[in-house]
């Protein structure tokens, strides 16, 4: 289906922003990580199992193995909550400087939710999941032309979780199975590589971005939050605002919890028109769709990233 294309005032405010961060030494490319976001979300539904999932993942293997990275899966079975059948969830690893046992990691999750069940019009309809699914894929994408010739002393991998929102009856299904099945393993082997923490992205590409301190991530590693958000005020990136707003659970949680590894979310969870009221949010409703993204937010966020990661 088609979206519409970056448009000429985020055209310019991208250019005023790849502008003012040159000096930074990073080139991420705002209309190139929107064009990735397009890419992503003309597939479809990317739910768990299906043929817009296996699109994408062919996709994102190419893409990145172009770009040096090397690719790993990490698939295992479960039960379809509404067929009763086996699926295959499969996560996807990334990893760049493979041989450094010194290592971090971005994740976020790439499947979509079923349907949008939030959208009070339809809400069997289709959901293509710009920000919710799709903005951190597309950051990955962009941050890849990057990451083979990045200065950092330690490997980097991005891990890309399936089936966070295989849910189709919020009563009865689960959430972040591919995080707890990814936490359980890293936990269930202590001879396996080693993560010294972990910064979770979620619903980061809202062309009116706001992070705010999520507070189970300020309860679980407050140190790691603060030194965050100071390399975004360095870089004076002022959409990361250091106070609490929200408590999110998240993929976070398992990773916290259960492979104990320090895992931080961001996520602008304040998804709606800017100006507007909450009840009009696009969050799970068919009008998450990339025009309500910009590829600034994704390059502000990926550099926040890219710094942060030449600092460990």
Known sequence: MPFSKIGSAHANEAMGFEQSVARQTTSLNAKRAFSYLEKICEIGSRTTGTIGMKKQQE??????????????????????PETGMSVEIKNMVVQWKPENPQRVFLCTHYDTKPFPAMDPKNPKGLFVGANDGGSGTALFMELAHLMKDLPTNVGVDFVLFDAEELVFDEKR???????????????NDPTGTRYQCGILLDMIGDSDLQLYYEENSFKFAPALVKEVWSVAKKLRIKEFEPKIQHSVRDDHMPLNEIARIPVIDLIDFDYFPRGGRKDK???????DTPDKCSGVSLVKVGNVMIEWIKQQ
């Open 281 to 287: 949010a696009y969050w799970h409703t068919m009008a």
């Open 59 to 80: 996709m994102l293997q190419s893409h990145f193995e172009k770009l040096g990275g090397v690719v790993l899966w990490q698939p295992f079975q479960s039960r379809h």
């Open 173 to 187: 299904d689960s959430y972040f199975l591919g995080s707890t099945y990814f936490a359980q393993a890293y936990a």
